[in-house]
């Protein structure tokens, strides 16, 4: 019973274990399925951060190059100018003279027309810088929430790790388990071919049973008979002792006397003969009945310790019984 019950604690407790690491495979691979994911999606936001702010710093540098190239063309205006200016004044100086021509006005017009483009270069310089200052401040944000992404995911590698190790202890645990489960299936084994070995035994003594049942009641048969037989040579012997005794006081007599004649005293020998003849036959008998009751409380003892047998073969059906039983409930709870 006490080995009984230490493999249905055995088995209670290592189903339990198989359910919790079960539950922790479950929950370790919805904490890799989910790192993956977070992975992925940090991974996809840098990327998309990265392409657009490379976006952002080509668009930047072509707004740069724009102003530089206006700055060059106002340059070349300006020289373009000053060259229209020395024109101009050789042009005046032509003028005094005699003129048979009006002068042209077309060169003038176009300076005019120049400054407006200039003035319009600067306020676009201007939009850029504050754009490129704007895109600055972006640039950092997004650097600071970069860092604070990397934080994040070295704190979920940290806890990754944890988890980890966390999981190659439950794996040590769990093989364990399984060698503690191996070598209780291997007692299991051995118990199983203990009790089909108890059984074979069980079924033998019942058959010895049965046949020292009947042997036990042919025997008692016997004894009522012999009983009775007894009682009879019992009250035979009583009576043969009393006729001898008779007979001895009447020899006593006849011998006393000396009138009895010998043909008389032959017939008294011949008489006490057969009753010494009969009397060991009675004795003998007696004797047969004793051996015979000495074998009949043999077999009472037998019996006795059968019995035990049986008493011990029923308590072990039971035990196999609730074995049978806690291995039942033991699959259940491995299948759930």
Not at 81 to 96: A, F, G, I, P, T
Request: include cysteine; glycine fraction near 0%; charged fraction near 35%.
């Amino acid at each position: 019973m006490y080995l009984c019950k230490k493999s249905y604690e055995i088995f209670t407790s290592a189903a339990l274990l198989l359910q919790l690491d079960k539950q922790l495979e479950e929950k370790r691979e919805e904490i890799v399925k989910k790192a993956e994911n977070l992975l992925k999606i940090h991974e996809s936001n840098l990327r998309n951060c990265f392409s657009e702010n490379l976006k952002k710093f080509k668009e930047c540098e072509e707004q740069m190059n724009e102003p530089i190239t206006l700055k060059n063309k106002a340059q070349n205006n300006t020289k373009e100018d000053s060259n229209l200016e020395k024109k101009n004044e050789v042009m005046n100086c032509v003028d005094e003279t005699p003129r048979t021509t009006p002068p042209k006005k077309t060169e003038h017009t176009n300076f005019h027309e120049e400054e407006p483009q200039f003035d319009s270069a600067n306020t676009e310089v201007e939009k850029i810088k504050t754009s490129l200052n704007l895109q600055k401040i972006k640039f950092n944000e997004l650097l600071q929430t970069y860092e604070a992404t990397l934080q994040g995911l070295n704190e979920k590698e940290k806890s990754l790790n944890e988890c980890n190790k966390q999981l190659k202890t439950l794996q040590i645990e769990n093989n364990q388990l399984k060698k503690q489960l191996e070598s209780a299936d291997k007692e299991i084994g051995r118990k199983q071919q203990i009790t089909e070995k108890n059984k074979t035994n069980v079924e033998n003594l019942k058959i010895e049973l049965n046949t020292l049942k009947e042997e036990n009641k042919e025997l008692k048969r016997q004894l009522d008979s012999k009983k009775q037989n007894s009682g009879n040579i019992d009250v035979r012997l009583a009576r043969a002792l009393q006729e001898s005794e008779k007979y001895r006081t009447l020899f006593m007599q006849c011998k006393n006397n000396k009138n009895v004649s010998t043909s008389n005293i032959n017939k008294f020998d011949n008489e006490l003969q057969q009753l010494k003849d009969s009397n060991q036959k009675l004795t003998k008998q007696k004797n047969e009945l004793m051996i015979v009751l000495k074998k009949q409380l043999k077999l009472i003892d037998i019996l006795r310790k059968q019995k035990l047998h049986i008493e011990a073969a029923k308590v072990l059906e039971i035990s196999e019984n609730h074995f049978i039983k806690t291995l039942d409930i033991a699959e259940n709870l491995a299948k759930q």
